[in-house]
């Protein structure tokens, strides 16, 4: 709506309409060209900002899963103090027992508690050696953590000194594409971005150069020029899909 009603201030014609979203398109390629300075850092920064959040909780789960060994190595070790503790216990019944029944039961339950204790030995061996392989992990991911970290404050740099270098020129410019599309109207504007988007080069606006498109170098029929020259409607390409107008310096 908000497009619409500056438009309908003014009412432009067909011909200044296409004007403007020629200089649109001349600003938007200006951007554009700035952004190539940039090159990958964006997305290099956006994937190394990616990569730290994975490595971090890989960090993470790699420190629960040693808190965990820790928790059972703990309860093992509780475990066999208590099995001493009733071998001590049992040791001691068996200097009270009446008969060889009696005995033969306390031999068991001490029998019993040695293997149980023999367990929560070898489960306690199992526990230290994931606690130390889990700890290598550990370094590998933090060591890793610490280069990405690095590589990331480097990409961020730079790419903050180019967009400091030419963050004057793109508000420029982002002022001079405000006021070509206060004379484009919004279904208008709408298809050039969309154009815009599926184009690989951006180019959603090309002039007609020696009887072809601008953008991709097909033949225009002389009537067709014609219709472009006089930019009473927009008129696209057959092959391409561009706008096309006449190139305003030639006119």
Not at 86 to 105: P, S, T, W
Not at 123 to 142: H, I, T
Not at 200 to 215: F, H, K, M, S
Request: proline share 2%.
């Amino acid at each position: 709506m908000a497009t619409q009603k500056k438009t309908a201030e003014v009412d432009y014609s067909m011909q200044e309409k296409i004007l403007a979203l020629y200089d649109l398109q001349k600003i938007d390629s200006k951007i554009d060209g700035i952004n190539k300075v940039k090159g990958e850092l964006p997305l290099a920064v956006e994937g190394l900002e990616d990569e730290l959040v994975g490595l971090k909780t890989r960090i993470d789960n790699i420190n629960g899963e040693i808190e965990e060994f820790n928790t059972l190595t703990k309860q093992r070790k509780r475990e066999v103090d208590q099995s001493r503790i009733q071998i001590g216990n049992y040791k001691e019944q068996q200097n009270n027992v009446r008969n060889n029944r009696e005995f033969d039961a306390i031999t068991k339950e001490i029998e019993y508690q040695e293997l149980e204790i023999e367990l929560a030995e070898k489960r306690l061996k199992e526990y230290a050696a994931g606690v130390k392989a889990k700890k290598l992990q550990l370094e590998e991911a933090e060591a890793v953590m610490n280069e990405r970290a690095a590589d990331l404050a480097a990409k961020k740099n730079e790419l903050e000194s180019i967009e400091a270098e030419t963050a004057p020129q793109v508000a420029e410019y982002e002022a001079q594409a405000e006021r070509a599309k206060a004379k484009i109207d919004e279904r208008l504007l709408a298809a050039y971005e969309r154009i815009r988007r599926n184009v690989r080069n951006g180019l959603a606006v090309v002039t007609v150069r020696r009887d072809a498109c601008g953008g991709c170098f097909n033949r225009i029929p002389p009537q067709r020029q014609a219709d472009i020259r006089q930019g009473k409607k927009i008129i696209v390409c057959e092959y391409c899909g561009r706008i096309l107008v006449a190139d305003p310096e030639q006119e």
